[in-house]
């Protein structure tokens, strides 16, 4: 796609506009209706300053909970706001939108609910239809903490093509199988009919289903991971067997940063930062709606001869 110039103008220009500290950006509360689901689907978003008076098409994150966790926990928990806003005042990162759903299962196919069918078969093509998003690889990205870190860390490797890049804070994605703490072991995601933990469903959905299928295409996605050095569930091991396993794939391409606490929130507080900085070394910034809408028609052109 030829438009990364215009994208590293108008990169300049957001950040630019961005610069007052009087500029925040909003937050706000959505539903739709969910085919997959049979429910409503809800979401928090977040909008970057200067989002509804632009004529603008941003790049979009999505953002994923934990175990048990919803759709505000990275508003109210997270300070993702304060974050996302002094990120992109300082430069760290372009405007971006960021998009928070709401899960009642780990990001799988599950028991209870078919959360990643209805990621991607719901979520995707409502944000994209409704906000002034770019629908392509290079302006998207998907993150998260412990069970979202798993959904992260699954997402990116069954749909590389989908996402320029992807975090992985604490993720859950133990191997072969989670620790006795772990709240998948009564998360109604992977209890079967009687009430028991499918040890074989977790595998089957665990990112290690997905490796080998990624291992052998020519995408890579960046991906950052990071882990409490003194995290209950042990995840800086784990963080360590899925930066063992792709480090030779994509040196340099999956860091690994341990930082001082557990698997809490101050940690993830303090990991978000780092996390966004770098993965917005590899996603796009904004770019015009009318670049972008040329952009589609000669795709669509091209597409019909």
């Known amino acids: ?22 500029l925040a950006g909003e937050v706000t509360h959505h539903r739709f209706p969910s085919a997959v689901l049979e429910r409503d689907y809800a979401y928090t978003l977040y909008l970057p300053a200067g989002y509804r008076e632009s004529n603008l098409a941003y790049p979009v994150l999505y953002l994923l909970h934990g175990s048990f966790g919803s759709e505000s926990d990275w508003v109210e928990r997270g300070a993702l706001k304060k974050t996302a806003d002094r990120l992109i005042r300082q430069g760290e990162i372009p405007p971006v939108v960021i998009v928070m759903p709401g899960s009642d299962s780990w990001w799988i196919d599950g028991y209870n609910e078919a959360a990643r069918t209805a990621f991607f078969e719901d979520l995707l093509p409502r944000v994209e239809e409704t906000w002034q998003v770019v629908p392509l690889r290079e302006w998207r990205g998907v993150a998260g903490l412990s069970a979202g870190g798993y959904g992260s860390l699954n997402f990116a490797l069954e749909r590389p093509e989908l996402f320029g890049a992807a975090a992985a804070l604490s993720p859950a994605s133990y ?11 009564r998360h109604p995601a992977f209890l079967d009919g009687n009430g028991q933990f499918d040890a074989d469903l977790w595998q089957r959905r665990n ?30 091991h784990h963080a360590r067997l899925v930066h063992q396993a792709l480090r030779s794939h ?14 809490t929130w101050r940690v993830w507080r303090a990991s978000l930062p780092s ?10 910034g904004p770019v015009p709606l009318e670049r972008l809408a040329q952009q589609g028609a000669t795709e669509s052109r091209r597409e019909l001869r």
Not at 180 to 185: F, I, Q, T, V
Not at 221 to 227: E, F, Q, R
Not at 250 to 263: A, K, M, R, T
Not at 275 to 284: N, V
Request: positive net charge.
């Open 275 to 284: 996390a966004l900085a770098w993965m917005f070394q590899f996603l796009q």
């Open 207 to 236: 990112y290690t289903a997905h490796l080998e299928r990624y291992l052998g295409r020519g995408i890579v996605v960046p991906i950052y991971l990071s882990a409490g050095n003194r995290d209950v569930y042990n995840a800086e």
């Open 250 to 263: 994509q040196p340099g391409l999956v860091p690994l940063e341990v930082l001082s606490g557990g698997h």
């Open 1 to 22: 796609m030829n438009i990364s110039r215009a994208a590293r103008l108008f990169l300049g220009l957001g950040l630019l506009l961005a610069t007052a500290p009087a």
């Open 175 to 185: 191997h072969p199988l989670p620790p006795a703490n772990s709240s998948s072991h």
